[in-house]
């Protein structure tokens, strides 16, 4: 399957002002209200802003957090035992937009945000091709047996080009397959601006960074914001920059051509 270079389709622009990222001061949140439509959402990462509602079933927060997390392309965190776990996993690419999210939300997820209308504005920004996935899936196993299950081995650590193939264009997801991991997010020139991830079974939400993070690099990809560093993220090499700082790199970012994703 080719890469498709088509470039998306920009909405009509926001009817809001958005704050500036500024306003957020010494907290996170810059400011509260405004709604999901695809011009408020692309206004709101080209300026540092993303969506995310201040409590579940609450407004709309705009969020730019202090410091800010992204993870260095060049900087992934790869152990052995991941590079084992990623052969028994197939990757696809915008194959299940809107799945992936769905699992994303699922609600058993302790300060799940994703709600109905939150998959509702970003599968449209989606359909703009705005909005991509990174899917990882399992051939189906007989009852009781866990497969894709990878051990730790803290102790090694790899460059992701030493990772290995992490789902070939020519690969097909067997019949029957689950979707058993996966992250999305929005791409604007050369930012991806991740926003979750998800697994059902052990390592296959990295296996989808990883992947996502291979894709970038290949693909024109300059700065992937994660938002926040936490202490998993930072073990895959996540770091924090500054708020000041990162408006810097976005308006470069964004200033490149739009990147794109390999299946």
Known sequence: MAVDTRPPIEPPPTRWALPPPEA????????????????????????GLFPMRIHPGGPIGWWSPEPRGILPLDGMVVHRSLRRAARRFTVTVDTAFTEVMRACADERRQ??????????AYTALHELGWAHSVEVWQDAVPPGVVAGVGTADSADGGDLADLGDLG??????????????????????????????????????????????????????????????????????????TRAEYGTRLADAIAHPQLTLAP
């Open 111 to 120: 300060g799940g945000w994703i709600d109905d209308a939150f998959v509702a």
């Open 168 to 241: 070939d264009e020519d690969d097909a997801v067997t019949p029957g397959a689950r979707l058993v991991g996966g992250v999305y997010g929005v791409a604007i020139g050369g930012l991806f601006a991740g926003e979750s991830m998800f697994h059902r079974v052990t390592d296959a939400s990295k296996v989808a960074l990883l992947a996502l993070v291979e894709r970038l690099r290949a693909g024109g990809g300059v700065l992937f914001d994660v938002q926040w560093q936490t202490a998993h993220l930072a073990s895959l090499g996540v770091v924090e920059i």
């Open 24 to 47: 957020a001061g010494d907290g996170e949140v810059a400011g509260v209200g405004a709604d999901l439509q695809p011009g408020t959402l692309l206004a709101a990462y080209r300026s």
